[in-house]
């Protein structure tokens, strides 16, 4: 795609956000490598969404700067988001499109010319392949988040940015979607993701970012995360089963209240 | 983006990288677009039908007035009726709609221009105009036996264009200023109503001077005159030279405010 193979596949600095007096998020700063499962943590209203919001370009910035890729979303968005695959948190495409018809549309917005095999191809790759004539609308909520997967990855983006991406799922499909992360990790795709799962993040994100009042308070990998606070007195007493875990700092770290 | 302040954004100068290899031109970003909105209006074919079926149902109702106030009346208030239908059922409910399911941002977050994923609504909109207008034609021409020459079917079906762009951009107002998706849709009906009822009726000065004149220089009474005016050039005056005016003007306020207000998410 460019120059700077080594480039990390999403800078974020300096990140500030704001809705009119309210300060969403507050100077975040973090990086995505390529090949890393990147897992933005943290209570309901945090300032996840609104910095995911900023990276995906559909809200502009306070201040501070978001590279993807190297490309500068404010100045080269096209660019930026040609290099990035989204799959928002609602499942948003026309219900009245067929499977075939929705992946058509977003190839010929990435630019990517989908020929009939290749259309067979994904469309078992996902076991959708007796679906195809289907329309959107008419699939069950795995099978939509199936083929949302499939399209933030259509044009093999260097950084797929995902937003809950298993809320609603069954543990199956949860397990087959995991399973695709990882794979796309594998792969060399930076993934920036969000989730209200500890034992998910835990288990398949290689650093954690937990954010509250739209500040990060820590940035590591789970395991350092939870060594370095292990023995923070609130998070002993967020610890039921003996063992601390991620939830048990999740929850020392952010309080046990619940959040609007 | 109007949802956060405004300056000064991004402090670090960039650093422009060349292009990407897999940016599509916008030629082909429109393309896609356009073909995957008519799809979806084929698929709602059936609320389409009946944008179109009305205003046929009063031209073959009206068949009896024809004599009294003239083809080019009749086909030209059927046109209005019609144009009314699209910009305000048609177009600002099925924006409120993908605005409100978020299809909107979905395709905001890919490569494509801001304003293609607008273009490629609007030229779907223009389609159903020119549709509307043909079977308005046809419909006169073959049972209301209403006969005009080449000039004024081309100049009437051009001031239906411009006359469908005033109930584009006042339905692009409904959807900027109005968030609900149900609130626009009982909104946009109505206006539609409204604008129905009383040009139909005050224009025939059943309502008396006030309303007829008030009709006259409403989004209903312009774009009737100046598709009425349209579809027989030799009767084209001063008045309707206003008209057409009045017509742009209302067009550039209203899409002046619906742009400004409109906003791509209601979160």
Known sequence: MNTLSNTPVLRVEGLNVNYGAFHAVRDVSFEVQPGEIFGLLGPNGAGKTSTLSAVEGLIRPFTGAIHVAGYDIRHQPLYARACMGVQLQATSFQPELTLVEILRLYGGLYGVNLTDSQLNTILRDIKLEDHAGKRYGQLSGGQQQRVSLVIATIHDPRLVLMDEPTTGLDPQSRRQLWERIETMRDKGHGILLTTHSMEEAEAVCDRIAIIDHGQIITIDSPQAIIDDNRNRPEVIRASRKGKITLEDVFIGLTGADVRA | ?267
């Not at chain 2, 105009?129 to 051009?158: C, E, K, M, R």
């Not at chain 2, 774009?223 to 005056?237: N, R, Y």
């Open chain 2, 1 to 267: 983006m109007s949802s956060t302040t405004s300056s000064p954004a991004f402090s670090i100068a960039p650093t422009l990288l060349p292009p990407p290899r897999t940016l599509p031109p916008t030629s082909a970003v429109y393309a896609a677009l356009l073909r995957a909105d008519l799809t979806t209006q084929w698929r709602n074919r059936r609320a389409s039908l009946m944008v179109i079926l009305l205003p046929a149902i009063i031209l073959v109702s009206w068949k009896g007035l024809i004599e009294r106030v003239g083809g080019p009346f009749v086909l030209a208030n059927c046109i209005t009726i019609g144009l009314n239908a699209i910009g305000l059922m048609g177009y600002s409910n099925s924006i409120a709609r993908d605005r409100e399911k978020e299809i909107f941002q979905r395709l905001r977050v890919a490569p494509a221009p801001n304003w293609t994923i607008m273009a490629s609504r609007l030229t779907v909109q223009l389609i159903m105009i020119a549709i509307l207008t043909i079977v308005i034609f046809v419909v006169g021409y073959q049972y209301d036996h209403i006969s005009l020459n080449i000039s004024g079917y081309v100049a009437g079906f051009l001031m239906a264009i411009v006359g469908g762009a005033v109930y584009l951009a006042l339905g692009q107002m409904i959807v900027g200023r109005l968030k609900n998706p149900e609130t626009v849709n009982a909104t946009s009906r109505l206006v539609y109503i409204a604008f129905i009822m009383i040009g139909m009726f005050g224009e025939l000065g059943m309502l008396g001077d006030f309303i007829d004149k008030a009709v006259k220089y409403s989004p209903y009474g312009t774009v009737k005159s100046i598709v009425s005016g349209a579809l027989t050039p030799g009767a084209w005056t001063a008045q309707t030279t206003i008209a057409l005016l009045v017509t742009l003007g209302y067009t550039a306020v209203f899409a002046f405010l619906g742009i400004r207000w409109f906003k791509w998410s209601n979160k």
